[in-house]
Each structure stands twice: as structure tokens, then as C-alpha cells.
């Protein structure tokens, strides 16, 4: 059974940037046909997708936020990275990870979520 | 980027109530790469139907997804109680950026 379990601060400053890991267990990172994402919820809101990344590193980010995100992997580690530069508190939300599936037969989404991890944007 | 409008925002139904969401997208979605979310409060989303109308693995058989092109369409046939929730859809695959619809709650009535 796949997990993902994501981590890292829960308060952030303004203009930091905003740094969170999403450890997965359960199965490799490194096997091929999956992309790992991260979406985003602000309070009482709906679901705003971040990005993804391949385990090759090949990776896709939403054109509102790219200037400001990087996704990484640690195939080492069984971890991805999410890092949100420039923060204010309009970047205050929960932050999931989750897998979704690129195989030959097409594409397949988010079948396994973390539980979420609410990062607030305060001084 | 595909937008994706769902309608209506919110639903007051009774249990055992027929239950039915719309999705409508901005433009085609490619290869009905459509996929239908359920939302409870303090839990992240689960996957119910993916590719428009195939149910995820152990998803119960009164949710059902229809629909390609533009229109999209998530059907409860007689909800449970513990089917009222927020629902959206999402377009994924090969035509990022990925995108949600703004949710449908359905609530008792």
C-alpha cells in the first residue's frame, strides 16, 4: 500500500520561501509511470494544482505559480520536494502530495494523497 | 489552460436522493482525461472516476461518470450518508496545466 506523508514548517514568513518534502513509502519513487504532484487548497477553498515531476526529473508547473516553484527528487530518499519562493499570506493553504500514473496506456490521476499539511503565512 | 466550470455550487438532497454534478470544460478534454474527486472535511480528496466514467478501485457502484467533450457528469444514484461531501472534477494528463472545478457540496436537506 502506497503512502505518501508530507512534512516541513508550519508557519512561514513573508518573502521566505516555503519549503516542504513529501516522503513515500510503500513503493519506489524511481519506478517508471508515475508523476508526483502538488496541489494546494487555501482555507474553505477548492484544489490548486502546483506541479509536478517525473522521477527523471522532468517537470511541469502551473503557469500562475512558476516563476516562484521549483519540484525536486530525491531518489535516494523515496522523498519529492516542493519549494515556493516569495511568500505572502495569500500562499497560506494546505499543501498535499500525490501520485498520479503516465503509462503506456495514458494517463491515470491522483490515486494516492498525503494527508495535508497546513502552512501559514504570518510574521 | 482548460477551465473547468461545475454546477450547480451547492445540492440539498435527502439520503437515498438521486445526486447529479455537472462539469463543463472551456475547451475538449483531451482523451476524456476527466477524473471526479469527493472532499470531506480535514481529509484530502479520493479518486471516484477517472477517463469520464470508469470508477476507481473500490469506489461503490452508485457513483457513476458520464460525459466527454466538454460536458461531464457525475451521478449518485441514492446517497448515503456518508456520500455527502464536496465533490470536483479534474482534467489531467497530457495537456498541463492540470486543473480543478470550484466543487459541488452535496448536503442534507
Known amino acids: 500500500q502506497v503512502q505518501l506523508q508530507e512534512s516541513g514548517p508550519g508557519l512561514v514568513k513573508p518573502s521566505q520561501t516555503l519549503s516542504l518534502t513529501c516522503t513515500v513509502s510503500g513503493g519506489s519513487i524511481s519506478s517508471g509511470g508515475y508523476y508526483w504532484s502538488w496541489i494546494r487548497q487555501h482555507p474553505g477553498k477548492g484544489l490548486e494544482w502546483i506541479g509536478y515531476i517525473y522521477y527523471s526529473g522532468s517537470t511541469y508547473y502551473n503557469p500562475s505559480l512558476k516563476s516562484r516553484v521549483t519540484i525536486s527528487v530525491d531518489t535516494s530518499k523515496n522523498q519529492f520536494s516542493l519549494k515556493l519562493s516569495s511568500v505572502t499570506a495569500a500562499d497560506t493553504a494546505v499543501y498535499y502530495c500525490?501520485?498520479?500514473?503516465?503509462?503506456?496506456?495514458?494517463?491515470?490521476?491522483?490515486?494516492?494523497w498525503g494527508q495535508g499539511t497546513l502552512v501559514t503565512v504570518s510574521s | 489552460e482548460i477551465v473547468l466550470t461545475q454546477s450547480p455550487g451547492t445540492l440539498s438532497l435527502s439520503p437515498g436522493e438521486r445526486a447529479t454534478l455537472s462539469c463543463r470544460a472551456s475547451q475538449s478534454v483531451s482523451s476524456s482525461y476527466l477524473a471526479w474527486y469527493q472532499q470531506k472535511p480535514g481529509q484530502a480528496p479520493r479518486l471516484l472516476i477517472y477517463?469520464?466514467?470508469s470508477r476507481a478501485t473500490g469506489i461503490p457502484d452508485r457513483f457513476s461518470g458520464s460525459g466527454s467533450g466538454t460536458d461531464f457528469t457525475l451521478t449518485i444514484s441514492r446517497l448515503e450518508p456518508e456520500d455527502f461531501a464536496v465533490y470536483y472534477c479534474?482534467?489531467?494528463?497530457?495537456?498541463?496545466?492540470?486543473?480543478f472545478g470550484q466543487g459541488t457540496k452535496v448536503e442534507i436537506k
Open positions: 500525490a501520485r498520479g500514473t503516465h503509462i503506456l496506456t495514458g494517463y491515470y490521476p491522483f490515486d494516492y
Open positions: 479534474q482534467q489531467y494528463g497530457s495537456s498541463p496545466p492540470e486543473t
Open positions: 477517463g469520464a466514467s
